[in-house]
């Protein structure tokens, strides 16, 4: 069974500390692994897509990375408007359509 | 500008009641989503079209229902809403297996 597990669940910051989240994952086949941001209240909203061990990608102060096991969002220097949950979710071969979640990692940046 | 666009955002219904979700998208996407989401914990997913085909998670209750009547509109019908069916319920599109893209969600409030 496919399984998604991010670390840590919530996670404090002060503004400019650099930090890493991780998503453990465990599929068969990985077709591609995604990030998102999610707001409270509102629907997640897209990142990243990585499809490959090595690949990384960036945007802003975020960058994703891949391994054979893992995922690993890192945020350097963060601003309070970093502060959000973010999911993670793969999107195994076999698995037509469908993507399975992580419950996500609750970000929050204070001054 | 947004382009999957969720109605109503907020949405009280009583026990039993029926109810009618709605989700319409600008992208011209084939393949459309619904996810139920509670509070901390990742989106699940209930079923998605792929283009006019219909596919039902296993352990979906058939309380849930959905009707595509064309590419751009989605509706999610919850046939005798339950205490237990209060919960932000997401619409997602995406092209084939790309990256899904996500409305602001309906919150469901069953009285």
């Known amino acids: 069974e496919d399984q998604v597990t991010q670390s840590p669940e919530a996670l404090r910051l002060q503004e400019g500390e650099s930090s890493s989240l991780n998503c453990s994952y465990t599929?068969?086949?990985?077709?591609?692994l995604f990030w998102y941001r999610q707001d409270p209240g509102k629907g997640p909203e897209f990142l990243f897509t990585?499809?490959?061990a090595g690949e990384e990608k960036e945007k802003e102060r975020l960058k994703a990375t891949l391994t054979k096991k893992e995922s690993f969002l890192h945020i350097t220097a963060p601003k309070p408007e970093d502060s959000a949950t973010y999911l993670c979710?793969?999107?195994?071969?076999?698995?037509?359509?469908?993507?399975?979640f992580g419950t996500g990692t609750q970000l929050k940046v204070e001054l | 500008d947004a382009m999957v666009i969720q109605n109503p955002r907020y949405q009280v219904t009583q026990f039993g009641k029926p109810v009618t979700l709605s989700c319409s998208q600008t992208?011209?996407?084939?393949?459309m989503y619904w996810y139920q989401q509670k509070s901390s914990q990742a989106p699940k997913l209930l079923f998605h079209?792929?283009?006019?085909?219909?596919?039902n998670e296993a352990d979906t209750p058939d309380n849930f229902q959905s009707r595509r009547p064309n590419t751009s509109f989605c509706f999610l019908d919850i046939r005798s809403p339950g205490l237990g069916d209060a919960a932000m319920y997401l619409c997602?599109?995406?092209?084939?297996?790309?990256?899904?893209?996500f409305g602001d969600g309906t919150r469901l409030s069953i009285l």
């Open positions: 079209y792929y283009d006019k085909d219909f596919n």
């Open positions: 992208l011209n996407h084939n393949v």
């Open positions: 990585l499809y490959s």
């Open positions: 997602a599109t995406s092209e084939n297996r790309q990256p899904q893209h």
């Open positions: 599929v068969s086949g990985l077709r591609g």
């Open positions: 979710a793969v999107h195994p071969t076999g698995g037509g359509n469908k993507l399975t």
